[in-house]
C-alpha cells in the first residue's frame, strides 16, 4: 500500500503540533506501507526525495496573493502529484484540498486528520482577513468529502459532528497524538548529560535552582497566553515562569503579550524578575532540558484538540496544569498526573472564558497547589511519565492508524 501524507509542515520547517505528528507519524508508518511526504516550504533536495520526502513552493503568481490563496496554489501542485498513491492522508486545513482533489482526480480515498477546527478559531481572521473564508471553505469541502476522518481526542471527535453534522459518525475514528518516548526523557542527573543541560538551562537565563513554571507554544488566541500572564501574578517571587513563546499570530497579539509580560515583571519587582521568555524555536535537546529543570508545566489553551506539549512535557516527567478543555482532560488525570482547571467557556467558537477574572484565579490557584508540594508535584511527574508510556507511544498509534486506512480501503 502506497499513501501520500500531505502537509503544511515538516522537518527542519515545523512551527506546531500538527508539524512533529507527521514527521511521527510517518515514521512508523513506514513500516507497514509505502510512505510518501508532501509539505510546503519549498524543494527538498535530492536526498530527501530519496527518502519520499516532497517539498513545494507557492507558484510564482501568487508569492504575493492572499495567504490562503497561496496555500490552494500549493495544494493544486501537490493534487497533480499523488498519482500512484493507494490513499491520501491530509493533515490540517492547509493540505485539506490537496487531498481532496487529489482523491477526486486520482479516484483514491481522502483521510483527513483533524487537529483543530477553523469554526472554532474565528480568531484567525485577524491574520488571514478574507482568507479565513477560504480556509474555513476549504475544510468544510474536504471534511464533508472525506472518506475517514481521524480525530486526534473524543473531545475533537466530539467538535467535529458537532461542526458538521451532515457527517455519518461512522467515519470519525479517534487515534490520539503520540510521543517518542526516546526521545523526550528527562537527561541524566550526572556526567556529561546532565552538564550539558544545566549550561543550557542556564544559557537561556534560567535557573535550575529555582522552582519554575514552564509554558511552550505559539502566541496565539487558542493557547491563552494572556490567562497565564494574569494568573502568574499570584506565584511566589522565588518562582520562575518559563516562556517558550514565539511565531505569533499578529502583531496585535504579540503587542498584548509584551504589554503583560513588562507588567508582570513590574508588579514581580523590576527587571527581568523571574520572567524567562524565549521567543526562538529551540532545538529538541534544549527543550528537554528545560523541562526538566521545571517543576511544572501549564497549559492554560482555551482550545486545544489534544496537546502534544502535555504529552511531551509528562514524557520528561513534568506534572501538567491543564485547562479542562478539548481533549486535555484524555491526557492529563486530574490530581494523578497534574491538576485540571475549570473553565465556563462562550459557544460562539471563541472559547472565551464565560468569567474570565474566575478563569485566571483557578488557573493560578492550580498552579500555586501544585508548587506547594514539591514532593507530590515529582510524584504526579512520574505518574505521568507512565501514563505517556503506557497510551500514548507511537508504535500503538501507527497501528491503529493502519487500522484506519484498511476500514476505508474496504469501503
Given at each position: 500500500?502506497?499513501?501520500?501524507?500531505?502537509?503544511?509542515?515538516?522537518?527542519?520547517?515545523?512551527?506546531g503540533?500538527?508539524?512533529?505528528?507527521?514527521?511521527?507519524?510517518?515514521?512508523?508508518?513506514?513500516?507497514?506501507?509505502?510512505?510518501?511526504?508532501?509539505?510546503?516550504?519549498?524543494?527538498?533536495?535530492?536526498?530527501?526525495?530519496?527518502?519520499?520526502?516532497?517539498?513545494?513552493?507557492?507558484?510564482?503568481?501568487?508569492?504575493?496573493?492572499?495567504?490562503?490563496?497561496?496555500?490552494?496554489?500549493?495544494d493544486?501542485?501537490?493534487?497533480?502529484?499523488?498519482?500512484?498513491?493507494?490513499?491520501?492522508?491530509?493533515?490540517?486545513?492547509?493540505?485539506?484540498?490537496?487531498?481532496?482533489?487529489?482523491g477526486?482526480?486520482?479516484?483514491?480515498?481522502?483521510?483527513?486528520?483533524?487537529?483543530?477546527?477553523?469554526?472554532?478559531?474565528?480568531?484567525?481572521?485577524?491574520?488571514?482577513?478574507?482568507?479565513?473564508?477560504?480556509?474555513?471553505?476549504?475544510?468544510?469541502?474536504?471534511?464533508?468529502?472525506?472518506?475517514?476522518?481521524?480525530?486526534?481526542?473524543?473531545?475533537?471527535?466530539?467538535?467535529?459532528?458537532?461542526?458538521y453534522?451532515?457527517?455519518?459518525?461512522a467515519?470519525v475514528?479517534?487515534?490520539?497524538?503520540?510521543?517518542?518516548?526516546?526521545?523526550w526523557?528527562?537527561?541524566?542527573?550526572?556526567?556529561?548529560?546532565?552538564?550539558?543541560?544545566?549550561?543550557?538551562?542556564?544559557?537561556?537565563?534560567?535557573?535550575?535552582?529555582?522552582?519554575?513554571v514552564?509554558?511552550?507554544?505559539?502566541?496565539?488566541?487558542?493557547?491563552?497566553?494572556?490567562?497565564?500572564?494574569?494568573?502568574?501574578?499570584?506565584?511566589?517571587?522565588?518562582?520562575?515562569?518559563?516562556?517558550c513563546?514565539?511565531?505569533?499570530?499578529?502583531?496585535?497579539?504579540?503587542?498584548?503579550?509584551?504589554?503583560?509580560v513588562?507588567?508582570?515583571?513590574?508588579?514581580?519587582?523590576?527587571g527581568?524578575?523571574?520572567?524567562?521568555?524565549?521567543?526562538?524555536?529551540?532545538?529538541?535537546?534544549?527543550?528537554?532540558?528545560?523541562?526538566?529543570?521545571g517543576?511544572?508545566?501549564?497549559?492554560?489553551?482555551?482550545?486545544?484538540?489534544?496537546g502534544?506539549?502535555?504529552?511531551?512535557?509528562?514524557?520528561?516527567?513534568?506534572?501538567?496544569?491543564?485547562?479542562?478543555?478539548?481533549?486535555?482532560?484524555?491526557?492529563?488525570?486530574?490530581?494523578?498526573?497534574?491538576?485540571?482547571?475549570?473553565?465556563?467557556?462562550?459557544?460562539?467558537?471563541?472559547?472565551?472564558?464565560?468569567?474570565?477574572?474566575?478563569?485566571?484565579?483557578?488557573?493560578?490557584?492550580?498552579?500555586?497547589?501544585?508548587?506547594?508540594?514539591?514532593?507530590?508535584?515529582?510524584?504526579?511527574?512520574?505518574?505521568?511519565?507512565?501514563?505517556?508510556?503506557?497510551?500514548?507511544?507511537?508504535?500503538?498509534?501507527g497501528?491503529?492508524?493502519?487500522?484506519?486506512?484498511?476500514?476505508?480501503?474496504?469501503?
Amino acid at each position: 500500500m502506497r499513501v501520500d501524507l500531505l502537509t503544511r509542515e515538516f522537518p527542519p520547517h515545523v512551527y506546531g503540533g500538527a508539524g512533529v505528528h507527521v514527521a511521527e507519524l510517518s515514521a512508523v508508518l513506514r513500516r507497514h506501507a509505502d510512505v510518501r511526504v508532501r509539505a510546503f516550504d519549498g524543494p527538498r533536495g535530492p536526498e530527501a526525495e530519496a527518502d519520499g520526502v516532497f517539498g513545494y513552493a507557492v507558484p510564482a503568481s501568487l508569492a504575493d496573493a492572499n495567504p490562503a490563496l497561496a496555500t490552494l496554489g500549493v495544494d493544486l501542485t501537490m493534487a497533480a502529484d499523488v498519482a500512484g498513491a493507494d490513499l491520501l492522508h491530509s493533515h490540517t486545513w492547509y493540505a485539506n484540498m490537496a487531498g481532496h482533489l487529489g482523491g477526486l482526480l486520482h479516484g483514491v480515498p481522502h483521510v483527513v486528520s483533524a487537529h483543530s477546527l477553523e469554526p472554532l478559531r474565528p480568531w484567525k481572521a485577524e491574520q488571514l482577513g478574507g482568507g479565513y473564508a477560504l480556509s474555513a471553505w476549504a475544510e468544510r469541502t474536504a471534511y464533508l468529502g472525506a472518506a475517514g476522518i481521524i480525530a486526534v481526542s473524543a473531545g475533537m471527535r466530539a467538535d467535529i459532528l458537532r461542526v458538521y453534522p451532515e457527517l455519518d459518525p461512522a467515519k470519525v475514528h479517534v487515534v490520539h497524538n503520540g510521543i517518542d518516548l526516546s526521545r523526550w526523557a528527562r537527561p541524566a542527573t550526572t556526567g556529561p548529560e546532565a552538564d550539558a543541560a544545566e549550561q543550557a538551562v542556564r544559557r537561556l537565563g534560567i535557573d535550575p535552582e529555582r522552582p519554575s513554571v514552564v509554558f511552550v507554544g505559539r502566541i496565539t488566541r487558542q493557547k491563552g497566553l494572556p490567562y497565564l500572564l494574569r494568573a502568574a501574578e499570584s506565584l511566589p517571587a522565588d518562582v520562575q515562569l518559563v516562556l517558550c513563546a514565539g511565531a505569533p499570530d499578529t502583531p496585535e497579539i504579540l503587542t498584548e503579550v509584551k504589554s503583560l509580560v513588562a507588567g508582570l515583571r513590574e508588579k514581580r519587582g523590576g527587571g527581568d524578575a523571574g520572567v524567562v521568555w524565549i521567543e526562538e524555536m529551540l532545538p529538541r535537546p534544549d527543550l528537554v532540558a528545560v523541562l526538566a529543570a521545571g517543576t511544572v508545566f501549564v497549559c492554560p489553551s482555551v482550545y486545544e484538540p489534544l496537546g502534544i506539549v502535555n504529552l511531551e512535557a509528562m514524557a520528561v516527567g513534568l506534572p501538567v496544569v491543564g485547562t479542562a478543555t478539548g481533549g486535555i482532560p484524555e491526557v492529563v488525570e486530574d490530581g494523578v498526573t497534574g491538576a485540571l482547571v475549570p473553565i465556563e467557556q462562550a459557544d460562539d467558537g471563541t472559547g472565551t472564558p464565560l468569567d474570565p477574572p474566575a478563569f485566571v484565579r483557578a488557573l493560578g490557584d492550580a498552579l500555586l497547589d501544585v508548587l506547594s508540594d514539591p514532593q507530590r508535584a515529582a510524584d504526579m511527574g512520574e505518574a505521568g511519565r507512565r501514563r505517556a508510556e503506557e497510551h500514548f507511544s507511537w508504535a500503538a498509534i501507527g497501528e491503529r492508524t493502519m487500522d484506519v486506512y484498511r476500514t476505508v480501503l474496504r469501503g
